[in-house]
């Protein structure tokens, strides 16, 4: 044996056959043993630590971290790990931002369309053959973030919107064409389409709060499948309540889970319940990223 494998926890959609699958498929790589307790642990072997949302890094026993040799956080992003713990751990720390980047990518995508250009079922022919829409095209679209979620959502939207920009205060170079480079309140004015797509940090934590929402278009759609704490959700409930004809979709929230009846009188919000990265396949991607780590 060359190197332990242990998980600290494992979410609620993973069940005791995921871990069997989970310690199969890493048990195939010669020399790896996948460790269900810490009994089981063997004195100066090295360990590959398996975190998640719900690990309390703080919480994982001294005697573990000082002979891990890789930390791999496949269930969300940086946002979990302290600033401290990241930048004095003495190994590799590996996210899985990826595995869920398409699926989000997708929900923000269907959240857009079914606003912008919900398709009609016609019983019979219609003789006017007239459709009371607006084009995605000629919308004001901000996407918020330009990190894996972001960059394909901008790669989509990008051949089908003119007025389309992006802003990351955490992207230096690189950059594309339509990035926002330098922060202003102005680069909320009159946007018709707001995407968050941000990591949750110092920069972006209440990001979206009423001075934004003071600028964007009183027909504005919002859409949240990022974090929670970016957008101010007292804020964001009076931008709808004044704005009859605004549109949210959110997947995120302040406090999760949210509690029964949580903004369930506000009309035009869709909640969902932090499912944009959830997909049929989730669980044997993660493992498959874990592999190939």
């Not at 205060?169 to 995407?195: A, G, M, R």
Request: include cysteine; charge should be neutral; glycine fraction near 4%.
């Amino acid at each position: 044996m060359k190197l332990q494998v242990y998980r600290t926890s494992a979410s609620s959609y993973q069940n005791s056959s995921f871990l069997k699958r989970e310690q199969g498929e890493l048990e195939k790589i010669e020399g790896v043993k996948y460790i269900n307790s810490l009994k089981e642990t063997v004195k100066n072997i090295p360990f590959a630590l398996i975190t998640n949302t719900h690990t309390k890094i703080e919480e994982v026993p001294q005697v573990i971290l000082n002979k891990t040799s890789l930390m791999i956080h496949p269930n969300s992003g940086h946002d979990n790990l302290s600033s401290d713990f990241i930048n004095n751990a003495k190994f590799p720390i590996i996210v899985g931002n990826p595995i869920r980047s398409h699926a989000v990518a997708e929900y923000v995508l269907s959240c857009l369309f079914r606003e912008i250009t919900p398709i009609p079922n016609h019983s019979h022919w219609s003789n006017e053959r007239t459709w009371n829409r607006k084009l995605l095209r000629d919308q004001k679209v901000l996407i918020i973030g330009h990190g894996h979620i972001g960059r394909a959502l901008n790669l989509s939207l990008s051949p089908l919107i003119k007025n389309l920009k992006v802003f990351d205060p955490n992207i230096k170079e690189n950059l594309p064409v339509n990035i926002i480079q330098h922060y202003s309140p102005e680069i909320f004015d009159k946007v018709d389409v707001l995407i968050v797509a941000a990591d949750l940090n110092q920069s972006s934590r209440n990001l979206i709060n009423r001075s934004v929402f003071n600028q964007l278009s009183s027909t504005g759609l919002i859409i949240n499948a990022a974090r929670g704490e970016i957008v101010n959700e007292n804020d964001l409930v009076q931008f709808l309540q004044q704005n009859p004809k605004s549109k949210c979709y959110l997947d995120v929230f302040e406090k999760e889970p949210f509690v029964p009846g949580h903004l369930s009188q506000i009309e035009n919000l869709n909640k969902t319940s932090h499912i944009a990265g959830v997909f049929n396949k989730l669980n044997q991607e993660i493992i498959d990223f874990e592999y190939q780590v």
